[in-house]
Nanobody
Framework: QVHLVESGGGLVQAGGWLRLSCAASGNIFSINDMGWYRQAPGKQRELVATITSGGSTNYAEYVKGRFAISRDNAKNTVYLRMNSLKPEDTAVYYC?????????????WGQGTQVTVSS
């Protein structure tokens, strides 16, 4: 069994910043891609950013230049630094990890952390 635990969400004013963290633990052999998605009220879950085990990154257009994803492979942890936050960034942010165990591969998701940006 694998668990992802997110932290770092909260309330911030527009223009401010937050740093999210997500640590994976459990029966892990390796982790391929890790990433962040978000879901605002009444909207579908959408991609924010992903990062491969080698450090290659991919960002949604609406966060490019403002958000930065990184990871620490030794700690099975992924981070999301969010700068210049806007009210439209308000959402529940979910991390995910493409996990490989000795038996199988699967995607594991965190429980989500609320980010609220006030205008």
């Amino acid at each position: 069994q694998v668990h992802l635990v997110e932290s770092g969400g909260g309330l911030v004013q527009a223009g401010g910043w937050l740093r999210l963290s997500c640590a994976a633990s459990g029966n892990i052999f390796s982790i391929n891609d890790m990433g962040w998605y978000r879901q605002a009220p009444g909207k579908q879950r959408e991609l924010v950013a992903t990062i491969t085990s080698g450090g290659s990154t991919n960002y949604a257009e609406y966060v490019k230049g403002r958000f930065a994803i990184s990871r620490d492979n030794a700690k099975n942890t992924v981070y999301l630094r969010m700068n210049s936050l806007k009210p439209e960034d308000t959402a529940v942010y979910y991390c995910y990890a493409a996990v490989r165990t000795l038996e199988t591969d699967f995607d594991s998701w965190g429980q989500g952390t609320q980010v609220t940006v006030s205008s």
